[in-house]
């Protein structure tokens, strides 16, 4: 069980109105899924910087050996906390699948990359949230 597991149970354990010991789990919840999403939308932010730089150098988009990279680095993560190396492969693959879709659009699209915190720039650069998913 990883450190800090015993603490949370006895914390879910605790005394209290059953409701407001959900609900207060429920609101530490929410607040780490927007941390996980901030984190997602910068994360295909800074892929998006990474597909800019690869249409004005002529690198291929494709870069089969950092998949590999990013993809070991989720396993090793997995196994040294106690998580399903399954569940973090197939979740890098959507991460990794939008990020070649977004690199795509960027490289074959002519535009350049807006960047997510500053809408107001002028253009029709591709950022992750004016493109559909």
């Known amino acids: ?3 800090g597991a015993t603490e949370r149970i006895e914390e879910a354990q605790a005394p209290g109105h059953p409701d407001a010991v959900l609900q207060a789990l429920r609101d530490e919840l929410d607040a780490i899924d927007y941390q996980l999403l901030a984190n997602v939308r910068d994360r295909l932010a800074v892929c998006c910087r990474i597909g800019l730089h690869k249409k004005v150098h002529a690198v291929p988009m494709m870069q089969p050996a950092r998949i590999g990279v990013v993809q070991q680095r989720a396993a090793d ?3 040294a906390h106690g998580l399903s190396g399954e569940f973090l492969r197939c979740l890098y693959e959507l991460i990794i699948a939008e990020t070649c879709r977004l690199e795509d659009e960027i490289i074959g699209a002519g535009r350049d990359v807006v960047s997510p915190e500053d809408p107001k720039r002028p253009g029709d650069g591709v950022t992750p949230s004016s493109v559909s998913v």
């Open 1 to 3: 069980m990883e450190a």
């Open 77 to 79: 993560f997995a196994a």
